[in-house]
């Protein structure tokens, strides 16, 4: 294979970026967003693992001077060439709330991977209508660190890339495979053909989960706050276990849910 034909190493050069908005104050006020088919991602962490991304394509990318130094004190490489700004006018496009840390990319969001890519994973998590999108992006954070393979959510009723997202997840969103399917229970069904265990979670589950089979590849499936796993998800699980509480609070929220669970799991798999 030649030079010329070596898959690239980091994210691609897009074309027509957005042109840089006035800078104006909108005290207590939103951005103004992200043109159509595109996503702002914003943060130092968030954006470094961005670039270094083969499947992501850059349209632009927005700096302060201080935050552009220190990208390049970690050895960013750059797709296309930096804008430098004055960090208002980047409140002006995600919002003063955001803590974007002088930097902001213009991106495509990231192409679709499919059910049958998922190759030797042994561990995969699935969230059934978790809607919040600093939750998700927690719990893709999590899953990365506890060597989760992917994340499989519907397209419907989950929260679509987003600045938000990718700022909760600190770069999990261009680390974690992500699968998004039409249909979930189908999906289950699906991957327990192909040998996973499909473990969901649920307060009354007939056992807990560290003495419940999971087998060498399992699936973890979780519901939104609340509701929990819809029937039909439930149905398509193997079966449904539960988390057993020490103390007075007996519930989790999803994202720490997520992370004991995936802890569990992992542990199970590494004591073979």
Known sequence: MSPSDSP????????????????????????????????????????????????????????????QARLVERGVVFPVEPQVVDPRWIDARVGEDAVHQGVLVETRPLEPVELTDLGRARLVLALDQVTDPHNVGAIMRSAV?????????PGRHTPQESGVLAKAASGAVDLLTHIEVVNLARALGTLRKEGFTVVGLDSEGAAPLDATEVGPRTVLVLGAEGKGLRPVTREACDTLARIDLPGAIKSLNVSNAAVLSLWIVGRRHAQG
């Open 8 to 67: 690239p190493s980091s994210a691609r050069a897009g074309r027509h970026p957005t042109r840089p908005p006035v800078a104006r104050r909108r005290p207590g006020r939103p951005g103004g967003g992200a043109p159509e088919g595109r996503v702002f991602l914003y943060g130092l962490h968030t954006v470094e693992v961005a670039l270094a991304n083969p499947r992501r394509v850059i349209h632009a990318i927005y700096v302060s001077r201080n935050a």
């Open 145 to 153: 660190a506890l060597g989760a393979d992917a994340l499989l959510t």
